[in-house]
């Protein structure tokens, strides 16, 4: 043990405690008195032993009424107990029948009674350790309980987030970056892209091929703009808008969205061909800005998007809204940022709503090789 074994001497004749305590002192054991089993009861709870030396006859409550009130109890009954005779063998057979772990007989021999007294406290410390070490596995198990808890909680708040964020972005975000989230002031890249003709396909086809033809469309663009690790700031009706540089840092922002875009009319090359076999006149149009935005999340508890607003957002929204179908729009600062990167063809200037001024717009044919 690390600390001195406490004893308690439990004898209605104080000079047999004297004489326990004389034996048993030298050898580095703590010796506590008590001269009834009422009394002793009362000390095994205000000064816990780590054995218990106990005589048999007693005027108050017999030794064996002592041991078996000790059994009784749910913080005592594990607690060793050596009955004290100089009966004979009926005695020892009362003894265990009441719960004693041991027995001595009078006179003490002091060897024998040291060689007792250290059998049955090295058996308590084997207990006391393993009780220890099933409160620690239970404190494991529960910490560990509390950390699986804690780790579905971030994988429901991390689906959630995809609804909205590339995988790694919101991996981020789950792991403690929810201060990208608050309204901020950023250089971005916005790219739109919707669907030509949608309007009056909707209004004539039946609603499973509008649903379907979204789904596809859904499908083109949204795996590019994972693998991209664009932000998707939504999906509304047939248009999808997309940021580059927030709350992920992209270096260049503008070129990855060029890229993107050049893909996503390259896929959906297949997707309309397959359209326009079954009558649907559908195409995708896409319009580039670059600019200054205010950024971060907006909404009401238990149900919060995120968003972008400024200037740059209502441009690349009004040059896809001009863009044909397959034609990649791109506005002057969006275009004067990739300008190594891409073949172009100059459009307008366009009248565009909501800008005063006429805007020069800038075609991608293709990428340079």
């Known amino acids: 043990m690390d600390r001195a074994a406490r004893l308690l001497v439990v004898d209605d004749t104080p000079q047999n405690g004297r004489l326990l305590e004389a034996m048993l002192t030298p050898h580095g054991y703590t010796v506590a008195l008590a001269l009834s089993g009422g009394e002793g009861l009362a000390k095994l709870h205000s000064e816990p032993p780590d054995l218990v030396l106990l005589d048999i006859l007693m005027p108050d409550m017999t030794g064996y009424d002592v041991c078996r009130r000790i059994r009784e109890d749910p913080a ?46 090295r058996i308590k410390e084997y207990h006391d350790t393993i009780q220890k070490q099933t409160a620690e596995l239970a404190e494991w198990n529960r910490t560990l309980e509390e ?126 061909d397959a359209w326009r076999r079954n009558g649907f006149d559908l195409d995708a149009g896409i319009g580039i800005a670059e600019g200054y935005a205010t950024l971060g999340r907006v909404g009401f508890e238990g149900r919060f998007d995120y968003r972008a ?20 729009l791109l506005s002057p600062r969006a275009y004067a940022t990739v300008t190594d990167l891409v073949n172009i063809e100059p459009v307008g200037p366009l009248e565009l709503k909501g800008f005063h001024d006429p805007v020069n717009a800038y075609s991608v044919m293709s990428l340079r090789q």
């Open 147 to 272: 950390r699986v808890q804690s780790q579905l909680g971030q994988l429901e708040g991390l689906d959630r987030l995809r609804r909205y964020f590339s995988a790694p972005v919101a991996d981020v975000i789950v792991s403690g970056g929810a201060q990208l989230l608050e309204p901020h002031r950023r250089e971005v890249t916005i790219l739109f892209c919707d669907l030509r003709g949608f309007t009056a396909f909707a209004a004539n086809a039946e609603p499973e091929d509008v649903m379907g033809a979204l789904s596809e469309f859904y499908e083109a663009v949204g795996e590019l703009i994972l693998r991209y690790e664009a932000t998707l700031e939504q999906f509304a009706g047939d248009s999808i808008m997309a940021i580059f540089n927030d709350p992920m840092p992209c270096v260049d922002h503008t070129a990855a969205a060029v890229r993107m875009a050049v893909e996503i009319r390259e896929r959906m090359r297949a997707v309309t």
């Open 76 to 121: 005592t009954q594990l607690l060793p107990v050596v009955m004290l005779t100089s009966s004979g063998e009926q005695d020892k057979v009362n003894a265990i029948e009441a719960g004693a772990d041991d027995f001595i007989g009078r006179p003490f021999n002091p060897q024998e009674l040291l060689s007792r007294v250290r059998s049955l406290l």
């Open 309 to 328: 607003t400024g200037t740059v957002v209502n441009l690349a929204s009004r040059l896809c809204s001009r863009a044909l179908g397959g034609q990649i």
